[in-house]
Nanobody, 123 residues
Framework: VQLQASGGGFVQAGDSLRLSCAAS????????MGWFRQAPGKEREFVAG????????YYADSVKGRFTISRDNGKNTAYLQMNSLKPEDTAVYYC?????????????????WGQGTEVTVSS
């Protein structure tokens, strides 16, 4: 599976962005998908994850109520809708796919990674 993340940009606090993660490969629909982010000088952290069918979704506490993860298996694409953005959301955002059945929240549970898309939120 190859992943291509896009949709990042420079926005003001309170604005919204939608990130997309386009996947190649016919088995996309079987992979749990996750979004992670890494701010300068910090470790990569889990943001949100969605099971292969969309029935199970996890969010980091820091984004609950503001971010929404979704997927369209027909388009081989996962999304992260980010609303009410804050300066502390500034990071490089990565999408990832797990070659497993269960949905995880740790980076080492994911097998395939996109190249990252940068999000900068100005106050």
């Amino acid at each position: 599976v190859q992943l291509q993340a896009s949709g990042g940009g420079f926005v003001q606090a309170g604005d919204s962005l939608r990130l997309s993660c386009a996947a190649s490969g016919r088995t996309f629909r079987t992979y749990p998908m996750g979004w992670f982010r890494q701010a300068p000088g910090k470790e990569r952290e889990f943001v949100a994850g969605i099971s292969w069918g969309g029935a199970t979704i996890y969010y980091a506490d820091s984004v609950k109520g503001r971010f929404t993860i979704s997927r369209d298996n027909g388009k081989n694409t996962a999304y992260l809708q980010m609303n009410s953005l804050k300066p502390e959301d500034t990071a490089v955002y990565y999408c990832a796919a797990a070659d497993t059945y269960g949905l995880g929240t740790l980076a080492n549970e994911y097998d395939y990674w996109g190249q990252g898309t940068e999000v900068t939120v100005s106050s």
